[in-house]
T-cell receptor
Framework: NAGVTQTPKFQVLKTGQSMTLQCAQD?????MSWYRQDPGMGLRLIHY???????DQGEVPNGYNVSRSTTEDFPLRLLSAAPSQTSVYFC???????????????FGPGTRLTVL | AQSVSQHNHHVILSEAASLELGCNYS??????LFWYVQYPGQHLQLLLK????DPLVKGIKGFEAEFIKSKFSFNLRKPSVQWSDTAEYFC?????????????WGLGTSLAVNP
């Protein structure tokens, strides 16, 4: 298993540009989520999904869109990048959503995004 | 409001010193508790978790944590730290029942171990 993969690892954007951060998992996990990590602010949930076709907002959803057309993929779209979106972005997945599973979240390696 | 508080933001220790990182949570109801670690330049990985049963939980790399329900605490401990334990440590909590399965995270504690 590759686990949770993210691309790209690094990205530099100019203000106003759009881009998509890719996230994929091969563990057949139902639950997937996107976090941003900023110094002194810990992890903040952007969006999450409890299964294909179902997404919901987290704490800091503004400026980001997600979709979940398959169980494996959960891309994060920045619609019009702003310097405030400079951060490290982590995708995570877990069995989630029900039953006697252990709910451990598996994290991807992260994408370091800089918006100039 | 649901929250997780990690008391120490930065901890500096010498090798072989004992470690205790505090974590308190505010959450109404039964909880699942987690400690994650992030080594420099790497992604988060699970150290240990508590779901039910023995409140003293043992994790990887010699770490353990004790769930004290009356104190809403889940402190992380290690008897003797190593230089390789230098990392950021995050405590997280989630409701054990109901439909809300989102993790609530503490702000993290940065641990530096001097050789």
């Amino acid at each position: 298993n590759a686990g949770v993969t993210q691309t790209p690892k690094f990205q530099v954007l100019k203000t106003g540009q759009s881009m998509t951060l890719q996230c994929a998992q091969d563990m057949n996990h139902e639950y997937m989520s996107w976090y941003r990590q900023d110094p002194g602010m810990g992890l903040r949930l952007i969006h999450y999904s409890v299964g294909a076709g179902i997404t919901d907002q987290g704490e800091v959803p503004n400026g980001y869109n997600v979709s979940r057309s398959t169980t494996e993929d959960f891309p994060l779209r920045l619609l019009s990048a702003a310097p405030s979106q400079t951060s490290v972005y982590f995708c995570a997945s877990s069995y989630g959503s029900g039953g006697a599973f252990n709910y451990e979240q598996f994290f991807g390696p992260g994408t370091r995004l800089t918006v100039l | 409001a649901q929250s997780v508080s990690q008391h120490n933001h930065h901890v500096i220790l010498s090798e072989a010193a004992s470690l205790e990182l505090g974590c308190n949570y505010s959450y109404g109801g039964t909880v699942n508790l987690f400690w994650y670690v992030q080594y420099p330049g790497q992604h988060l990985q699970l150290l240990l978790k508590y779901f039910s049963g023995d409140p003293l939980v043992k994790g990887i790399k010699g770490f353990e944590a004790e769930f004290i329900k009356s104190k809403f605490s889940f402190n992380l401990r290690k008897p003797s730290v190593q230089w390789s334990d230098t990392a950021e440590y995050f405590c997280a909590v989630r409701g054990a029942t109901g439909n809300n399965r989102k993790l609530i995270w503490g702000l993290g504690t940065s641990l530096a171990v001097n050789p």
